[in-house]
């Protein structure tokens, strides 16, 4: 790997790590003040919100200007964010200012590997990227319930300045405070990226003509007969995977009778085996074989409904393992292929900034389904019900549309693929 791909990996995980420990600061922080049940499992919804409406724009700006400058700003949006929550500021907002860093973060984490490195080594670097984000959630999930948990919170609560009265009180707040720091060690990770060299490509004067800009590429991954297959599978596994994480705490209280601090850690096992899955695809699978995973989603789906059977955590544990497995196994060759299309089509920021769009439109609206139904007495097993039989036949659909395609357009679809052998061997 070229130098600086490993200040982007670390400048990535902390950043991530801060991200998901702040999520269950955030959601213990309702619980205190007694929120309803549909403003928790707003929290994740609303993080996408600007994913969603910034789309547009971010990829552009992510093209514009060394993107190692552009996550560092992104990271400082986060800071604030964090302070707000800290202070004050009710958390779904100020979770929603968090998000807003997130996704002018994103296309620049991205869009950095396809500037950096060849495209034979772009699902190896999915790999490592993909594997050290869900570590961060691991570790993320399991920090921030052990921040806010009986052995962490009373000794960071007892922590004192001379000369100031803080008004940091409970062990949300006191976690809160912790993360802050994870954010600053990102953004000095992030000021030590080096710059890739790449030509920019400058911002228009009236940024409001990026609008028709961005519907074409996004249009373009749309009609492109690999992109299309890519971008769905991975609009669904995301959209899916975003708001498991919640579902699952809601879950392990349900089924289990767990706290939230005990309830992290099943989330993060859930990211460990995605995790393994990912590892284990950048090492086994190359950009031509990600059309062929697709099966691996229906059984997915079909994994999650047997979540509703479990009610003992030596089940849940292993089985959580392989659910997050399969998805990790997946959606690793199905990002660096839909990346080396983008990026062929479009340039990487822009195409990274419209599977964002995607992915978390995906997440928003099927966490304001779960939040609508959660206000109207949904329980959590209809919930992942619901969310098992979704990705069992979409997945289905998906995978149809290929053998479509295969069938209809055979030559093209041969031709694209043949392009990814090129580019995976030559690099």
Request: glycine share 10%.
């Amino acid at each position: 790997m070229k130098r600086g791909f490993f200040t982007i990996m670390a400048a990535q995980f902390f950043s991530s790590l801060a991200d998901n420990a702040l999520f269950v600061a955030a959601v213990q922080l309702l619980r205190d003040a007694h929120a309803a049940e549909w403003q928790q499992a707003s929290l994740v919804p609303l993080f996408a919100l600007f994913y969603v409406v910034l789309a547009p724009f971010v990829g552009a700006v992510a093209d514009a200007w060394p993107k190692g400058q552009v996550m560092l700003v992104s990271n400082a949006i986060k800071i604030v964010g964090c302070l707000m929550m800290l202070f004050g500021g009710h958390p779904l907002l100020a979770y929603a200012i968090v998000g807003l860093g997130a996704a002018a973060y994103s296309p620049a984490k991205y869009g950095i590997l396809t500037e950096l490195l060849p495209a034979s080594q772009l699902v190896k670097a999915n790999g490592w990227i993909e594997g050290l984000t869900i570590a961060s959630i691991i570790l993320g999930v399991l920090l921030g319930g052990q921040l806010i948990g009986p052995n962490i919170a009373p000794w960071l609560l007892a922590w004192d300045l001379p000369l100031l009265d803080s008004s940091i009180d409970t062990p949300p707040e006191a976690a809160i405070c912790a993360l802050v720091l994870l954010y600053f060690a990102a953004a000095w990770f992030n000021n030590r990226i080096p710059d890739t060299g790449v030509e920019m490509r400058p911002l228009p004067r009236n940024p409001m003509v990026l609008l028709p800009d961005f519907w074409r590429c996004n249009g373009s991954l749309w009609r492109d007969k690999l992109g299309q297959i890519s971008l769905s599978t991975t609009t669904l596994f995301w959209g899916v995977s975003g708001n498991l994480r919640y579902i699952v705490l809601a879950w392990a209280g349900a089924a289990l009778g767990y706290t939230v601090t005990q309830a992290s850690t099943l989330v993060g096992v859930v990211a460990l085996g995605t995790a393994v899955g990912a590892v284990v695809a950048s090492v086994r699978c190359r950009l031509e074989d990600a059309p062929r995973l697709m099966t691996l989603g229906i059984g997915m789906g079909l994994l999650v409904l047997l979540l509703n059977l479990i009610d003992n955590v030596w089940l849940a544990a292993p089985f959580l393992v392989l659910l997050g497995g399969l998805g990790g196994y997946l959606v690793v060759p199905m990002n660096a292929l839909l990346q080396h299309r983008g990026h062929n089509l479009m340039g990487a920021g822009r195409s990274i900034a419209v599977q964002n769009f995607n992915e978390q439109a995906c997440i928003l609206v099927l966490g304001g389904l779960y939040a609508w139904a959660t206000g109207e007495g949904v329980s959590a097993f209809g919930a992942i019900s619901g969310f098992g039989i979704l990705v069992a036949v979409l997945m289905w659909r998906i995978q149809v549309w290929h053998a479509s395609n295969l069938r209809v357009h055979g030559p093209e679809v041969e031709h694209l693929l043949q392009i990814a052998r090129d580019d995976s061997a030559h690099g």
